[in-house]
């Protein structure tokens, strides 16, 4: 396993499309900085920090603009975080989103320590170096402007945050345009920091589904705890996971992701004891036994999360694994 530091491609997409947007050839910039333009196409595929390093300079030598990241920003969504980004989506108050990110961050970067820190008038959201390579300033403030974005689509337009902090080695042209977009001051500290009032912590998110993001609360817990699992079957367990909730993911499409012929992956799997196949029913099943323990949830709502086009085809599996309807179990 390479000793190369990592970091996921999560804000590649958005980058793209900016650059795109500003008239440049996106995908030749990737390539001349040794990034396929297909493998980002998964904003958790990991990359090699060096290179991601040396393509956001690249960038902003190409656009000359200080400000890349809050332009960036402005491209992303949800959908941008991977299985996170779902977690953030389905809401809740402010404090257990934020609290969400904290604790599930590990799965989109293990560059950085994310904490969530609580005094008498704020809620903050602290990010720390967590190896000797040093992240990209324009990836974290990517990240910070991007939380404050979704904030103002389902809190309120004019949601901003009371602090924000950034290393002193941050350029000043990026400082001024964080404190333009997030409307706050930015101070110099030893970290980043974006802290927002406590006394709106209590604030819901607009379309909150509380028992949604229970269920995902269990999920990315049982993916992080899975994550330092390096067998093929596990990482394409995560895989199918995040997935599912868009329709039945095809093998073509693992093997792809694999970086692998689909008869390559076929061979891997049954090297382990599993057919393709079977995978995806164990993941399923698996997935269904932690939704069964949501209070409230569904019949409808466990087809689509298990990626079913109808309800019947689900009903008719279910019944198929445990001998009854959902109905009748539940």
């Not at 706050?184 to 927002?196: G, M, N």
């Not at 998110?205 to 999920?219: I, K, R, V």
């Not at 599993?274 to 997935?287: G, I, M, V």
Request: with cysteine.
């Amino acid at each position: 396993m390479s000793e190369k530091k990592q970091a996921t491609a999560l804000l590649m997409g958005p980058l793209l499309h900016l650059l795109h947007e500003r008239g440049l050839d996106g995908e030749a910039i990737l390539r001349r900085n040794g990034l396929d333009p297909a493998v980002i196409r998964d904003p958790e595929a990991k990359l090699d920090a060096a290179i991601t390093t040396a393509l956001l300079d690249d960038c902003l030598q190409e656009l000359g603009d200080p400000g890349m990241a809050i332009e960036v920003a402005r491209h992303a969504e949800y959908s941008t975080f991977g299985a996170l980004g779902l977690a953030v989506a389905a809401g809740g108050d402010l404090y257990s989103v934020l609290n969400r990110i904290t604790r599930f961050h590990r799965l989109i970067s293990d560059l950085v320590v994310t904490d969530l820190v609580a005094d008498d008038d704020s809620v903050a959201l602290c990010f720390r170096s967590n190896t000797d390579h040093q992240p990209h300033p324009q990836a974290i403030a990517f990240v910070m402007a991007t939380i404050v974005r979704l904030l103002r689509i389902r809190i309120h337009r004019e949601h901003n945050p009371v602090a924000v902090s950034v290393p002193e080695w941050v350029e000043e042209g990026l400082r001024q345009a964080m404190a333009r977009y997030l409307r706050c001051e930015v101070t110099v500290a030893d970290h980043y920091t974006l802290a927002f009032d406590k006394a709106n912590a209590q604030q819901m998110l607009a379309a909150s589904d509380t028992q949604l993001a229970a269920m995902l609360d269990a999920t990315l817990a049982q993916r992080l705890a899975e994550a330092e699992q390096s067998s093929l079957a596990s990482r394409l367990t995560l895989w199918i996971e995040q997935r599912l909730p868009d329709g039945e993911p095809a093998q073509a499409d693992a093997a792809e992701e694999c970086c692998m012929s689909t008869r390559s992956l076929q061979r891997r799997l049954s090297d382990e004891g599993l057919s393709w196949k079977q995978l995806l029913e164990d993941t399923r099943k698996t997935l269904v036994e932690r939704h069964l323990r949501t209070p409230g949830m569904t019949v409808t709502q466990m087809a689509f999360l298990l990626g079913f086009s109808e309800v019947s085809a689900f009903s008719r599996a279910f019944k198929k694994w445990y001998g009854v309807s959902p109905s009748q179990f539940k």
